[in-house]
């Protein structure tokens, strides 16, 4: 597991600080870490809380993660603040198109994935929904799931609307990817890997973790991950799961350390 240290420590510290859940893969956390590492920026992992963390919601006046802190600057708490953090302190390379239409393009897919009632918030309310219908899972499980689910959305009407939501955003990036490639090109937008082909590549754990050697997860944890639904398995593209393999071992950390 990587090396993390507490919030109190962190506070006492320069530099930047991301706060995220040690032993978990969780995406935007690894998004954000992907755009450190191809940007060669360094920074301090911090540790969050299993569940409520009173420390984090104190020091950021948020409890989600992951929180990207540099300097006495004001905690960066959603993906594309982190996003806009990363490009200002580590310009090149940069991942974000000059090309103002890829530019737009490339910040309302990259919503589709990260924002909210996006491809991840959706895939945790069907997890969320996976894990409070199983009756194998036990009272850890259901607690970590209400938990989630309560503060992410979850009711049955929006765990029934999920698959196709999540389904339409997989069509949407496959008939993306489709159309580069179709022009040569290997990346979502452009020619040069974006913030769009990191956040894709982590996102992906929702729904296919990498093998084991590569994405270390619990076993349980793991399985609640890889997605069962016909609807979502059907939108689910192998080219897009291809392309995550790509970026992961062409620009990403492997095996990944979380
Ligand atoms: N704030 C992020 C989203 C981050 C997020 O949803 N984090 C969740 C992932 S499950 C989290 O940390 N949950 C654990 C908790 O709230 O305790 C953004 O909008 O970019």
Redesign the pocket.
Known sequence: MADYIDIEQAKTLDGLRIVA?PGRP?P?AEGLKGMCHVKNLPFTLVG?AA???AALQDWTRQ????VAVWNEERPR???NE?LYLVERLAPQPSLVPDDEADRILMFGLCNEL???TGF?WFR?IMIVHGLLSNPEVGEQGKATAS??GG??GYSPATAEAAPQRVAQILRTLSARLAEQQTQGRQYLIGDTLSALDIYWSTFAVLVEPLPLDLCPMDAAFRASFVNTDPVVAEALAPQLLAHRDRIYHDHLRLPMDF
Do not use: I, M, V
């Open positions: 859940p969780n935007w969050k569940g409520h963390d409890s989600s993660a992951p708490t959603t993906w982190q990260c924002g909210e991840g945790r938990y989630l503060k992410y």
